[in-house]
């Protein structure tokens, strides 16, 4: 057991370092050169190799995703142009409201000021018209207050929860037509 101790310190001797003492002991076979065979042996010149990449398997997922969000994006797009196409739309119509507004204003103040009184009045003489007398005006006196009267009152309390129900609905449809 000390023989084999001895060997193993002799095989790694150390100068007191971590590192081994290299020139200490001298191999006793050769160096031999590996020899090439001729299949390994490389052509002269310079040949240009293929490269060879791992294709990646396409998962059905990622293909998924990446198609809803495309049409996501599509979507938002079309929605933002529709959105403008609208606004733009809408500011020229608030445009030609202002100046159709305007034209109604300048039109109105023309027309009345091209009303002719005492031209109706010879135009409704020529036609035969007359002024109305005294006896032919009547005055209405709307000084009383506003009334309602019931004339006649429902039960509802002999008719079932159905029959209202069908009548509503038959009132309904006799409103919309």
């Given at each position: 057991?000390?023989q084999?101790r001895i060997?193993?310190?002799?095989?790694?001797?150390?100068?007191?370092?971590?590192?081994?003492?290299v020139?200490?002991?001298?191999?006793?076979?050769?160096?031999?050169?590996?020899?090439?065979?001729?299949?390994?042996?490389?052509?002269?010149?310079?040949?240009?190799q293929?490269?060879?990449?791992a294709?990646?398997?396409?998962m059905?997922?990622?293909?998924?995703?990446f198609?809803?969000?495309?049409?996501?994006?599509?979507?938002?797009?079309?929605?933002?142009?529709d959105?403008?196409?609208?606004?733009?739309?809408?500011?020229?119509?608030?445009?030609?409201?202002?100046?159709?507004?305007?034209?109604?204003?300048?039109?109105?103040?023309?027309?009345?000021?091209?009303?002719?009184?005492?031209?109706?009045?010879?135009r409704?003489?020529e036609?035969?018209?007359?002024q109305?007398?005294?006896n032919?005006?009547?005055?209405l006196?709307?000084?009383?207050?506003?009334?309602g009267?019931?004339?006649?009152q429902?039960?509802g309390?002999?008719?079932?929860?159905?029959?209202?129900?069908?009548?509503?609905?038959a009132?309904?449809v006799?409103?919309?037509q």
């Open positions: 057991m000390a084999k060997d193993r310190q002799q095989a790694f001797r150390t100068n007191g370092a971590a590192a081994y003492d020139h200490a002991y001298e191999t006793a076979l050769p160096k031999r050169k590996p020899t090439q065979l001729p299949e390994e042996r490389q052509a002269p010149g310079r040949v240009r293929k490269v060879v990449r294709r990646l398997p396409v059905p997922g990622v293909v998924l995703g198609l809803a969000i495309s049409v996501m994006v599509a979507l938002v797009i079309f929605t933002q142009a959105l403008y196409e609208a606004t733009s739309q809408a500011s020229a119509l608030t445009t030609q409201l202002a100046e159709v507004a305007h034209d109604n204003e300048m039109l109105q103040t023309e027309y009345e000021s091209k009303i002719d009184m005492d031209a109706i009045e010879k409704a003489m036609l035969g018209m007359v109305p007398s005294a032919q005006t009547v005055y006196d709307l000084t009383g207050t506003d009334r009267e019931v004339l006649q429902d039960s309390s002999d008719t079932s929860f159905f029959q209202k129900l069908v009548d509503g609905v009132r309904l006799a409103y919309l």
